[in-house]
């Protein structure tokens, strides 16, 4: 709750002013993500121009199907292509305007609306509250002999302006719990619809591109036999080019060669007569015929609460003073205080360790409510804890001095200075004292007396505190208030006097855990917030085993079940939260930070997920073993063994050895007739081999050995496993056998008591390891009673989360809270009533 209290308090005002500022950083911030995240869009939209023009020019190069040069260079062919480029534009065009609608505008609305209305809630509140201020003082300066109707008047006007005041400053926190509420989810849905954009816009393309990859393969392959097609016509080209230059010159050799063989012919017979010139020249004939044959024979081929009044000052008092040493506010609120130089308004505060203090500066001062201070201060103190948490920046203004001091006789002053790092009990050093400013001061009542009215008689609603020291003069807002005012301090004082608080001590920080509010403890326990651990990945990450998943062995692990124990990889949380939240409860180590509590981090870090995996794959290890043996000596046909198909693995193989064709195993029985090989998958397997792997292990417990223990037997073990502390020990009870962990832990010791009147529960007891006066005949105690007894943080985690009762009872009426205590162990008494 943002607000635990509504009334008009300087804590109000600067929890107010806080939440201003931080909205007013927050606008900043989105106004930038918003600028950003236009530039984003409109270079989506640039890109998505881009594209469709190159669609267009592709559409323009390839022409019409029927045109010549789109046939010859491909078009019809490619035209697929070309439209599946086209189905990518809209995609893109769909992201850019998801982008503008799930981001920016949603950024931008929540802006306009909700952050920038604030400056004007905030005007009309600063404007009502002025108001107001002048109502009540032109109401509180009248005299008494004003006359009635005109005091009735003034009280009118006052009135009505105190509820315009109350309405504008009801208004001004719906309007900042409003902006803070919508701030928790409207940037994850923002953000996540945005990431999811791209996811669609990704996934679409692949999918679309996936569904034309067999038309690419075949295009490329078309391409590259095309392509030899093309050397190889290319190559053809170039023989037929050579043999026919070659063919060309051994004719024209055999031409040259003919020719110059008949001109030496013609030369040699015309030397002759006649007739031999004759025959010479039919011989010179045939030769030329020849050599024309010969020619043409050559021719060859060519991705933060205070508590009200009591009904008794004295019994409060007393219990302050007694063995419950409660902190109690007995009445707090505006008072006038009254000076010769000035006037101004205070909130004052009357505890139940009779301290009385006011704030300084009452317009000025914001800050949370006491009993946000409380829990801070049971936060700090609470030795039961491994780590403070961070301190609360909105309590540094609290540093109540000199609170009620009881020093005796006149040692108000000394009373004061030793009450004053006590107070509250904010137990603060000097150091630390020293570092924050003065901000609360305090009025000694040990020696302090009461009187009516003012030194001024015309005044109303006066009284005097009359001090060793000074006189206060104070001035409550009506009859009524001034009467209560003066009653409880009257009260307080005779308290004092009456040496009921006179030797009382500092409040030890072991104290302040008992701190009531007028709803009870519970209530007061619910606003002290467990410690979060801010880095919860860098802290598990060291844990032997948490650097893989825990079932596909991927590394870097950021997601982890909380029952189970183990860290996961993202795939494998999928896997996990599908099962539903009574298998398995997923949660991120880097998202969800606020679930991140010490005990719970200390409990990852104790299971780890070698041990978890020890326990959850037990079978599967002694299958490996077993499979080992087989392969080497085993020659029936009984059983069948898979190994895990993880490369260059040096840890070995994982097997499942389970029952087939009706033999049997000797380290797994399935519980189906004819059951599969399951394998431990690898990081690279798919998703459907780490659901079945999955399921085998967390639903059907396949690896899990068989176990002998009765419920009685493992409720016995588990009792004793809680209260010796040994949290690996409980969880592997939890895991292995069939307890109960609501069951009643007498009925276990009961059930296996040996029979005959000397027989007790105590002896039982003994056996179980850890006696320790826990579990009595009869006592009704559950498991967790045992673990809130033992004060281990841990353990009792361990037990909510497999299902513990938070609010179960004993026999004798306590419930696990008020166990934890009753021992004085407040960090389980926190873990549970933030489970309530």
Same mark, same amino acid.
């Given at each position: 709750?943002?607000?635990?209290?509504?009334?008009?308090?300087?804590?109000?005002?600067?929890?107010?002013?806080?939440?201003?500022?931080?909205?007013?950083?927050?606008?900043?911030?989105?106004?930038?993500?918003?600028?950003?995240?236009?530039?984003?869009?409109?270079?989506?939209?640039?890109?998505?121009?881009?594209?469709?023009?190159?669609?267009?020019?592709?559409?323009?190069?390839?022409?019409?199907?029927?045109?010549?040069?789109?046939?010859?260079?491909?078009?019809?062919?490619?035209?697929?292509?070309?439209?599946?480029?086209?189905?990518?534009?809209?995609?893109?065009?769909?992201?850019?305007?998801?982008?503008?609608?799930?981001?920016?505008?949603?950024?931008?609305?929540?802006?306009?609306?909700?952050?920038?209305?604030?400056?004007?809630?905030?005007?009309?509140?600063?404007?009502?509250?002025?108001?107001?201020?002048?109502?009540?003082?032109?109401?509180?300066?009248?005299?008494?002999?004003?006359?009635?109707?005109?005091?009735?008047?003034?009280?009118?006007?006052?009135?009505?302006?105190?509820?315009?005041?109350?309405?504008?400053?009801?208004?001004?926190?719906?309007?900042?719990?409003?902006?803070?509420?919508?701030?928790?989810?409207?940037?994850?849905?923002?953000?996540?619809?945005?990431?999811?954009?791209?996811?669609?816009?990704?996934?679409?393309?692949?999918?679309?591109?996936?569904?034309?990859?067999?038309?690419?393969?075949?295009?490329?392959?078309?391409?590259?036999?095309?392509?030899?097609?093309?050397?190889?016509?290319?190559?053809?080209?170039?023989?037929?080019?050579?043999?026919?230059?070659?063919?060309?010159?051994?004719?024209?050799?055999?031409?040259?060669?003919?020719?110059?063989?008949?001109?030496?012919?013609?030369?040699?017979?015309?030397?002759?007569?006649?007739?031999?010139?004759?025959?010479?020249?039919?011989?010179?004939?045939?030769?030329?015929?020849? +050599?024309?044959?010969?020619? +043409?024979?050559?021719?060859?081929?060519?991705?933060?609460?205070?508590?009200?009044?009591?009904?008794?000052?004295?019994?409060?008092?007393?219990?302050?003073?007694?063995?419950?040493?409660?902190?109690?506010?007995?009445?707090?609120?505006?008072?006038?205080?009254?000076?010769?130089?000035?006037?101004?308004?205070?909130?004052?505060?009357?505890?139940?360790?009779?301290?009385?203090?006011?704030?300084?500066?009452?317009?000025?001062?914001?800050?949370?409510?006491?009993?946000?201070?409380?829990?801070?201060?049971?936060?700090?103190?609470?030795?039961?804890?491994?780590?403070?948490?961070?301190?609360?920046?909105?309590?540094?203004?609290?540093?109540?001095?000199?609170?009620?001091?009881?020093?005796?006789?006149?040692?108000?002053?000394?009373?004061?200075?030793?009450?004053?790092?006590?107070?509250? +009990?904010?137990?603060?050093?000097?150091?630390?004292?020293?570092?924050?400013?003065?901000?609360?001061?305090?009025?000694?009542?040990?020696?302090?007396?009461?009187?009516?009215?003012?030194?001024?008689?015309?005044?109303?609603?006066?009284?005097?505190?009359?001090?060793?020291?000074?006189?206060?003069?104070?001035?409550?807002?009506?009859?009524?208030?001034?009467?209560?005012?003066?009653?409880?301090?009257?009260?307080?004082?005779?308290?004092?006097?009456?040496?009921?608080?006179?030797?009382?001590?500092?409040?030890?920080?072991?104290?302040?855990?008992?701190?009531?509010?007028?709803?009870?403890?519970?209530?007061?326990?619910?606003?002290?917030?467990?410690?979060?651990?801010?880095?919860?990945?860098?802290?598990?990450?060291?844990?032997?085993?948490?650097?893989?998943?825990?079932?596909?062995?991927? +590394?870097?692990?950021?997601?982890?079940?909380?029952?189970?124990?183990?860290?996961?990889?993202?795939?494998?949380?999928?896997?996990?939260?599908?099962?539903?939240?009574?298998?398995?409860?997923?949660?991120?180590?880097?998202?969800?930070?606020?679930?991140?509590?010490?005990?719970?981090?200390?409990?990852?870090?104790?299971?780890?997920?070698?041990?978890?995996?020890?326990?959850?794959?037990?079978?599967?290890?002694?299958?490996?073993?077993?499979?080992?043996?087989?392969?080497?000596?085993?020659?029936?046909?009984?059983?069948?063994?898979?190994?895990?198909?993880?490369?260059?693995?040096?840890?070995?193989?994982?097997?499942?050895?389970?029952?087939?064709?009706?033999?049997?195993?000797?380290?797994?029985?399935?519980?189906?007739?004819?059951?599969?090989?399951?394998?431990?998958?690898?990081?690279?397997?798919?998703?459907?081999?780490?659901?079945?792997?999955?399921?085998?292990?967390?639903?059907?417990?396949?690896?899990?050995?068989?176990?002998?223990?009765?419920?009685?037997?493992?409720?016995?073990?588990?009792?004793?496993?809680?209260?010796?502390?040994?949290?690996?020990?409980?969880?592997?009870?939890?895991?292995?056998?069939?307890?109960?962990?609501?069951?009643?832990?007498?009925?276990?010791?009961?059930?296996?008591?040996?029979?005959?009147?000397?027989?007790?529960?105590?002896?039982?007891?003994?056996?179980?390891?850890?006696?320790?006066?826990?579990?009595?005949?009869?006592?009704?105690?559950?498991?967790?009673?045992?673990?809130?007894?033992?004060?281990?943080?841990?353990?009792?985690?361990?037990?909510?989360?497999?299902?513990?009762?938070?609010?179960?009872?004993?026999?004798?009426?306590?419930?696990?809270?008020?166990?934890?205590?009753?021992?004085?162990?407040?960090?389980?008494?926190?873990?549970?009533?933030?489970?309530?």
């Amino acid at each position: 709750m943002l607000f635990a209290r509504l009334d008009d308090t300087p804590m109000l005002r600067k929890q107010l002013a806080s939440l201003e500022e931080s909205l007013e950083l927050l606008r900043d911030r989105c106004c930038q993500l918003a600028r950003s995240c236009n530039d984003f869009a409109a270079s989506l939209s640039d890109s998505f121009e881009a594209e469709s023009a190159f669609v267009h020019a592709m559409e323009g190069f390839f022409g019409a199907p029927e045109d010549a040069v789109s046939i010859a260079t491909g078009g019809p062919v490619l035209g697929q292509f070309v439209m599946t480029l086209r189905d990518l534009t809209i995609f893109k065009e769909t992201l850019k305007s998801q982008m503008e609608h799930v981001l920016h505008d949603r950024i931008t609305n929540f802006v306009e609306n909700d952050l920038n209305n604030l400056k004007e809630v905030r005007r009309r509140y600063d404007k009502a509250g002025r108001h107001y201020d002048q109502m009540r003082e032109r109401y509180l300066s009248l005299k008494k002999g004003t006359k009635a109707e005109v005091a009735a008047e003034a009280d009118e006007d006052m009135q009505t302006a105190r509820m315009q005041f109350e309405q504008a400053r009801f208004n001004l926190m719906t309007a900042l719990s409003s902006a803070e509420a919508k701030k928790k989810h409207v940037f994850l849905e923002s953000i996540g619809s945005a990431v999811h954009a791209h996811l669609r816009y990704f996934k679409q393309g692949y999918e679309l591109l996936q569904a034309v990859e067999p038309y690419i393969h075949q295009v490329l392959t078309f391409s590259h036999q095309a392509q030899e097609q093309a050397n190889q016509e290319q190559t053809e080209l170039a023989e037929r080019i050579y043999q026919f230059r070659r063919n060309q010159e051994e004719e024209s050799a055999q031409l040259e060669a003919a020719h110059t063989h008949a001109q030496a012919q013609a030369l040699a017979h015309a030397r002759g007569g006649m007739a031999r010139m004759s025959v010479g020249a039919m011989g010179g004939a045939e030769g030329a015929g020849g +050599g024309g044959e010969g020619f +043409g024979q050559g021719r060859g081929p060519y991705r933060p609460s205070g508590g009200a009044a009591s009904s008794s000052v004295e019994q409060m008092m007393r219990a302050g003073a007694g063995g419950q040493k409660r902190v109690q506010v007995i009445k707090q609120g505006y008072l006038v205080r009254r000076t010769a130089a000035a006037r101004s308004r205070h909130f004052f505060v009357l505890d139940s360790r009779g301290s009385l203090y006011y704030h300084k500066d009452a317009q000025n001062a914001r800050s949370d409510t006491l009993s946000s201070l409380f829990s801070l201060v049971r936060s700090r103190a609470d030795p039961t804890a491994a780590a403070p948490p961070p301190p609360n920046p909105m309590a540094q203004h609290y540093r109540p001095l000199g609170l009620g001091g009881r020093g005796g006789g006149h040692g108000g002053e000394e009373g004061g200075n030793e009450q004053s790092a006590g107070g509250m +009990g904010m137990g603060m050093g000097e150091e630390e004292e020293r570092s924050h400013s003065l901000q609360y001061e305090s009025l000694n009542l040990l020696t302090a007396t009461i009187k009516m009215d003012a030194d001024e008689p015309d005044l109303r609603f006066c009284f005097r505190l009359v001090t060793p020291d000074c006189t206060h003069t104070l001035q409550a807002e009506s009859a009524a208030e001034q009467r209560d005012w003066m009653e409880k301090i009257t009260a307080v004082i005779a308290s004092l006097l009456n040496s009921h608080t006179t030797a009382q001590p500092a409040p030890a920080a072991s104290d302040l855990s008992a701190i009531e509010s007028s709803e009870g403890g519970l209530a007061s326990l619910a606003t002290a917030a467990l410690p979060i651990v801010e880095r919860p990945l860098e802290v598990l990450g060291y844990v032997s085993g948490n650097d893989r998943c825990a079932d596909c062995s991927r +590394g870097h692990p950021d997601w982890a079940s909380l029952n189970l124990c183990v860290l996961l990889c993202i795939d494998c949380s999928g896997v996990h939260r599908n099962l539903g939240v009574h298998r398995s409860k997923v949660r991120s180590l880097t998202l969800d930070v606020k679930v991140w509590t010490a005990p719970l981090v200390r409990l990852m870090a104790i299971i780890g997920n070698d041990f978890a995996n020890s326990v959850w794959e037990q079978g599967l290890k002694d299958a490996e073993g077993s499979a080992l043996a087989g392969r080497e000596g085993h020659t029936g046909a009984a059983a069948a063994v898979t190994p895990c198909s993880r490369a260059d693995s040096e840890e070995g193989e994982d097997y499942i050895l389970l029952a087939k064709d009706g033999g049997s195993s000797s380290v797994l029985e399935s519980p189906t007739a004819a059951s599969a090989v399951v394998r431990k998958p690898a990081d690279t397997d798919s998703l459907a081999v780490k659901e079945q792997y999955i399921s085998c292990k967390y639903v059907n417990r396949r690896f899990l050995p068989p176990t002998t223990e009765t419920p009685s037997s493992a409720l016995q073990q588990l009792r004793a496993a809680v209260a010796s502390c040994d949290v690996r020990a409980a969880f592997r009870l939890l895991v292995t056998t069939p307890v109960d962990v609501n069951a009643d832990v007498d009925a276990a010791f009961a059930s296996t008591a040996p029979a005959g009147p000397g027989a007790t529960r105590g002896g039982a007891a003994g056996g179980g390891g850890s006696g320790g006066g826990v579990g009595l005949t009869g006592s009704g105690q559950k498991l967790l009673h045992v673990a809130c007894e033992r004060g281990d943080e841990a353990m009792v985690e361990l037990l909510l989360l497999w299902g513990a009762a938070v609010n179960a009872a004993d026999a004798a009426g306590r419930t696990p809270m008020q166990v934890a205590l009753q021992h004085g162990n407040h960090g389980c008494s926190k873990l549970l009533a933030s489970r309530v």
